[in-house]
């Protein structure tokens, strides 16, 4: 009897040895893919673009897109933060620069702040010209 208790409890150890170098494997695989999957801390610069390239990207994306007129449009970049300032000619121009402001990467959101409407530079603003000493204005 004692010759089978022996081998019994070899058989025993051997198991648990077994088990617990399966478990230690197992939990440093799980820790090794923990580390693999959340990368390395990453300073805010290497995340995302800085603030000079970004607005150059906008302003880029607003020349090459169709239906924006960039001409009086001023982009202020803040921490990825695109706000757009100035005046376009119609609706359509200032939602399609927004659009084309928010798909430029880094940018975490757009303030529109573009006026629709004509600038004093259109000759449709221009005030009315008076002729010398009529006191009324000219028609043109």
Do not use: Y
């Amino acid at each position: 009897m004692r010759f089978r208790r022996r081998p019994l409890r070899a058989w025993l150890a051997f198991c648990a040895g077994c088990a617990l170098a399966t478990l230690g494997a197992t939990a440093a695989a799980a820790d090794h893919h923990e580390a693999a999957a959340q990368p390395e801390a990453a300073t805010p610069s290497a995340e995302r673009p800085s603030d000079a390239v970004i607005r150059q990207q906008v302003q880029e994306a607003l020349r090459r897109g169709e239906f924006v007129d960039d001409e009086g449009i001023v982009i202020e970049t803040d921490e990825g933060v695109v706000t757009l300032r100035g005046q376009v000619a119609a609706e359509h121009e200032r939602e399609r620069a927004q659009e084309l402001a928010a798909r430029v990467d880094g940018v975490r959101s757009v303030r529109n702040e573009l006026r629709v409407g004509k600038g004093l530079d259109a000759p449709d603003a221009l005030p009315p010209v008076t002729a010398p000493g009529s006191g009324g204005p000219v028609l043109r």
